[in-house]
């Protein structure tokens, strides 16, 4: 079985991704011959029915394209639409826009690290199964991930699909006691947050570097969140209006999501590994300690090692969550109006994913005549393909089941959201 | 894997359609509850969760998501004969979601504006809920649902009793935690008056008005709110029919009750 240099090897059902995909790796005569990372889940159109929506509307229809990662698309929508309305919101939103997110990169990073990741690493079918020998990991990732949730509901009153944000602000402030209680457990979050970047430092990494160019937000002297300018490994600096210059989007047969490549470059990654090689400098004071002591260097290339950035981040959002906190004093309104016009507007934010970018072109009653939505998943795809090439190739020597895992692994370093990027997996491998 | 504890566990499988995954992730999101349940039941199926796939039957199934794509139609009628109890969680299973916006308008062009090669795209006109192709046992709603609902609901099933969720509308949620009508005093347009209770009544709480997430009020599956009542009051505060429209084609647009209220005449068309 494991020596055979023709096969196929086949998963139809990939889990602990949010979504539906599949995989399918031939190999012929001893070398891959062929990875198709196909994604499956059923399109829903949402460029298509925003046409026509009021220019306010987009916050709360977005976020609908992703359960995990609402936040994301609130912030990318309200972005775009303010750019083509021409309105720029208070320092006091913008940071209480930031703690918010925060709250989602903790919630988003702790289901990933312990429910999806970890279970790989340790070897398990599933956190639940692990809890039977781990219960007191799992039960630490459970509150991290609680405080996330928490974090969203005091800010915006609900963690999946928010209410309290708008174009132009948020509908009131927060009430600053209800944001000190938070504090408290923010407070002893960080400290599992701590725990969580020293227990994936300890985890068995294989050796495998990937060179892929990487892009992400890069914003003086902070770490990239809510707001930024695009920049690449390869040099590139460009704002959100000139994403689609640089970003070209390609439908491809086998996925419902569509593939990106740089306009003259080839496949690039978005995500916590992007982000990090590309500002590890503006991580905080402590998160850039353990981030030392989990032997990062400034860059990581290790996609692997995915699941400690993701930790770091974490701790990062923690730490940047209580910061804004206690620098929260709500004054004015709690947002601005925002008059439509006739435009168009961009806004890129970094989700939890990678860089997520909307466009929206608004005629002059403020209706929207057309959207465009480029999630971090579909960006991502064809580098997970390049990996899993490289992976594989590597590897034949084991078994189909043993394989299968692997792979099922390299892909889940990258957190995929099918249900953004349309959805995800199910894997064969052939060795005809 | 095998089980080796004598007692037979309930087994609980969770099912995706076409969604967001956000119903599916209110049963991760019970992070207090999460361990605890796993002693109760044995999480048979539910791919976010676990690579392990036990086959059925089912005692309990949860679906999430619409039918919008004819091997959905096939796969749903398949997880219905072994599921003892199948449970629609959320507004895509329930009413269609906000998918169900391409309903009302023509699917080819829809796909023509996201897709540059529509023919590689299989998907059905029309997005519908899990009901419309099979039987039903419960249906949880919102988008997303709520945990605390959510876990009555299983609890329910797990004892064999009927889950205790409210049918009455929204305001009576406003009422019970002391806010203020915001229609009334304000004059904030609010659906909350024909949208069922659930969410705890937490828009308005926000100083906004219900954006109907939980569907129209229905009372033992028949329609109960007085749509036509509240489009009236929307349109005595000035708000236009094109915009009263919009309003109730969101979340739950396959609901008739909402789509329908208003004639969808030229100025009345979302698109």
Same mark, same amino acid.
């Given at each position: 079985m494991t020596h055979r240099t023709d096969r196929s090897l086949h998963?139809?059902?990939?889990?602990?991704?949010?979504?539906?995909?599949?995989?399918?790796?031939?190999?012929?005569?001893?070398?891959?011959?062929?990875?198709?990372?196909?994604?499956?889940?059923?399109?829903?159109?949402?460029?298509?029915?925003?046409?026509?929506?009021?220019?306010t509307e987009p916050p709360d229809i977005t976020a609908r394209i992703c359960g995990i990662c609402p936040v994301a698309y609130q912030m990318s929508a309200c972005l775009a639409i303010e750019d083509a309305c021409g309105v720029t919101v208070s320092p006091q939103i913008q940071d209480l826009r930031r703690l918010l997110y925060c709250g989602e990169w903790i919630e988003s990073h702790a289901l990933h690290i312990y429910l999806l990741h970890a279970p790989d690493f340790l070897g398990y079918e599933s956190a639940i199964a692990m809890a039977a020998d781990h219960?007191?990991?799992v039960e630490r990732g459970l509150a991290l991930k609680k405080a996330g949730n928490d974090l969203l509901e005091t800010v915006a009153g609900r963690a999946i699909h928010p209410i309290n944000v708008r174009v132009?602000?948020?509908?009131?402030?927060?009430? @600053? *006691?209800?944001?000190?209680?938070? /504090?408290?457990? =923010?407070?002893?979050?960080?400290?599992? $947050?701590?725990?969580?970047?020293?227990?994936?430092?300890?985890?068995?990494?294989?050796?495998?570097?990937?060179?892929?160019?990487?892009?992400?937000?890069?914003? @003086? *002297?902070?770490?990239?969140?809510? /707001?930024?300018? =695009?920049?690449?490994?390869?040099?590139? $600096?460009?704002?959100?209006?000139?994403f689609e210059e640089h970003v070209i989007e390609e439908q491809v047969p086998h996925s419902t999501a569509l593939h990106a490549h740089l306009n003259g470059g080839d496949h690039y990654l978005v995500g916590p590994t992007a982000r990090y090689t590309l500002n590890s400098s503006a991580l905080s004071p402590l998160a850039a300690e353990l981030a030392r002591e989990a032997g990062l260097g400034r860059e990581c290339r290790n996609p692997f090692r995915s699941i400690v950035v993701r930790a770091v981040e974490t701790l990062y959002a923690v730490d940047e969550a209580l910061r804004l906190i206690e620098a929260y004093e709500p004054s004015g309104p709690s947002y601005v109006d925002v008059p439509p016009r006739a435009g168009v507007g961009y806004g890129v934010t970094e989700a939890p994913r990678g860089v997520l970018y909307h466009r929206y072109e608004l005629d002059a009653d403020g209706l929207v005549k057309t959207a465009r939505i480029v999630p971090p998943t579909s960006q991502n795809q064809a580098s997970i393909e390049h990996d899993l090439y490289d992976f594989v190739s590597d590897r034949l020597e084991l078994s189909d089941e043993q394989l299968q895992w692997q792979c099922e692994q390299a892909i889940r370093n990258y957190d995929p959201c099918i249900s953004c990027s349309a959805h995800f997996l199910d894997f064969t491998v052939s060795r005809s | 894997m095998t089980d080796t504890s004598a007692r037979r566990l309930p087994t609980l499988a969770v099912w995706k359609f076409t969604s967001c995954d956000g119903c599916q992730l209110t049963l991760l999101d019970c992070e207090d509850e999460l361990l605890p349940l796993a002693g109760q039941v044995r999480i048979a199926h539910f791919l976010e969760a676990s690579r392990e796939s036990l086959p059925g039957p089912y005692d309990v199934s949860l679906v999430e998501g619409s039918v919008s794509t004819p091997d959905?139609?096939?796969?749903l009628k398949r997880i219905r004969e072994v599921s003892g109890v199948l449970v629609a969680i959320g507004a895509c299973a329930t009413a269609g979601g906000i998918q169900a916006l391409r309903n009302f308008a023509d699917v080819d062009e829809f796909r023509s504006v996201v897709y540059a090669r529509p023919e590689y795209v299989q998907t059905l006109d029309r997005s519908t809920p899990a009901s419309a192709h099979v039987r039903v046992d419960f249906e949880l709603r919102g988008c997303p649902i709520d945990k605390r609902q959510l876990l009555e609901v299983l609890t329910a099933y797990l004892v064999g009793r009927k889950p205790n969720i409210p049918r009455h509308s929204v305001c009576f949620e406003c009422k019970a935690r002391g806010t203020t009508c915001v229609m009334v005093a304000h004059g904030t347009p609010c659906l909350g008056p024909v949208t069922q209770a659930g969410?705890?009544?937490?828009?308005?709480?926000?100083?906004?008005?219900?954006?109907?997430?939980?569907?129209?009020?229905?009372?033992?599956?028949?329609?109960?709110?007085?749509?036509?009542?509240?489009?009236?009051r929307l349109r005595a505060l000035r708000m236009a029919d094109d915009d009263i429209v919009r309003a109730l084609r969101t979340f739950n647009s396959a609901a008739p009750e909402f789509s329908d209220a208003v004639p969808d005449g030229p100025s009345g068309r979302t698109r």
């Open positions: 998963v139809a059902g990939l889990a602990r991704v949010e979504g539906e995909g599949a995989m399918h790796v031939r190999v012929d005569k001893g070398e891959v011959v062929g990875v198709q990372l196909e994604i499956y889940e059923p399109p829903r159109f949402f460029e298509a029915f925003l046409r026509g929506r009021r220019h219960r007191e990991l132009g602000g948020f509908y009131r402030w927060p009430e @600053p *006691g209800a944001l000190g209680r938070l /504090a408290e457990q =923010l407070r002893v979050a960080r400290d599992v $947050a701590v725990d969580t970047v020293r227990m994936a430092a300890g985890f068995d990494f294989p050796d495998f570097t990937q060179e892929h160019e990487m892009m992400a937000l890069s914003s @003086p *002297g902070q770490y990239p969140i809510e /707001a930024g300018t =695009l920049v690449t490994t390869g040099g590139r $600096a460009f704002p959100a209006r000139l | 959905e139609i096939d796969r969410c705890g009544a937490i828009c308005p709480a926000y100083s906004r008005g219900c954006f109907g997430c939980f569907g129209p009020v229905a009372v033992d599956g028949a329609p109960a709110a007085n749509v036509t009542g509240l489009v009236e």
